[in-house]
């Protein structure tokens, strides 16, 4: 049984990965619709990622005889500045989610709940991953400047790397 406060905080986590889920589809489209097609494939692959994210925290909260709650959606932005500054709010966006992953680690250590601590490993190696590669692609994206733009676009779906697959339910 799910201590009440883990099982709060792991359905405020399941609203997070949903909104990650819409941001970058957001963001997907918008690249989509700047003829980005490789950056909007990126895109895409990591909303695919992020709904699995929340379904992995959903199934995690119910078998554990918790309730998971199914949010609402919140509408994500629709305009992002440039690629650059796009990459900027990824990069920021997965700081914040490694963030609250840490609070899940702290909750459930201050409940006692080591099984949920041990789950939750699995999306703290996650987040190391996930940060790595965005800094990778801004790294490439600022070697190659705004000029190189056509070349970071065709190869940016052969730099996602280990973060890239997808976890299992
Ligand atoms: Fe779910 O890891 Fe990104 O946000």
Same mark, same amino acid.
């Given at each position: 049984?799910?201590?009440?406060?883990?099982?709060?905080?792991?359905?405020?986590?399941?609203?997070?990965?949903?909104?990650?889920?819409?941001?970058?589809?957001?963001?997907? /489209?918008?690249?989509?619709?700047?003829?980005?097609?490789?950056?909007?494939?990126?895109?895409?692959? #990591?909303? %695919? $990622? @992020?709904?699995?994210?929340?379904?992995?925290?959903?199934?995690?909260?119910?078998?554990?005889?918790?309730?998971?709650?199914?949010?609402?959606?919140?509408?994500?932005?629709?305009?992002?500045?440039?690629?650059?500054?796009?990459?900027?709010?990824?990069?920021?966006?997965?700081?914040?989610?490694?963030?609250?992953?840490?609070?899940?680690?702290?909750?459930?250590? /201050?409940?006692?709940?080591?099984?949920?601590?041990?789950?939750?490993?699995?999306?703290?190696?996650? #987040?190391? %991953? $996930? @940060?790595?590669?965005?800094?990778?692609?801004?790294?490439?994206?600022?070697?190659?400047?705004?000029?190189?733009?056509?070349?970071?676009?065709?190869?940016?779906?052969?730099?996602?790397?280990?973060?890239?697959?997808?976890?299992?339910?």
């Amino acid at each position: 049984m799910l201590p009440k406060k883990v099982e709060k905080i792991l359905n405020d986590q399941i609203q997070k990965e949903d909104y990650s889920s819409q941001l970058y589809l957001s963001m997907a /489209s918008w690249a989509e619709n700047k003829g980005f097609e490789g950056v909007s494939s990126w895109l895409y692959a #990591q909303a %695919e $990622e @992020e709904r699995l994210h929340m379904l992995k925290f959903v199934k995690y909260v119910n078998d554990r005889d918790g309730v998971a709650v199914i949010p609402g959606l919140d509408t994500p932005p629709a305009g992002f500045g440039d690629v650059f500054e796009m990459f900027d709010k990824v990069l920021a966006h997965e700081k914040f989610i490694s963030g609250s992953i840490n609070e899940i680690v702290a909750a459930c250590i /201050s409940e006692n709940d080591f099984t949920t601590q041990n789950w939750i490993q699995w999306f703290v190696t996650e #987040q190391i %991953e $996930e @940060e790595a590669s965005v800094k990778t692609i801004i790294d490439k994206l600022n070697l190659l400047g705004k000029n190189n733009l056509y070349m970071f676009d065709r190869d940016i779906m052969s730099m996602r790397g280990g973060g890239g697959a997808a976890p299992a339910v």
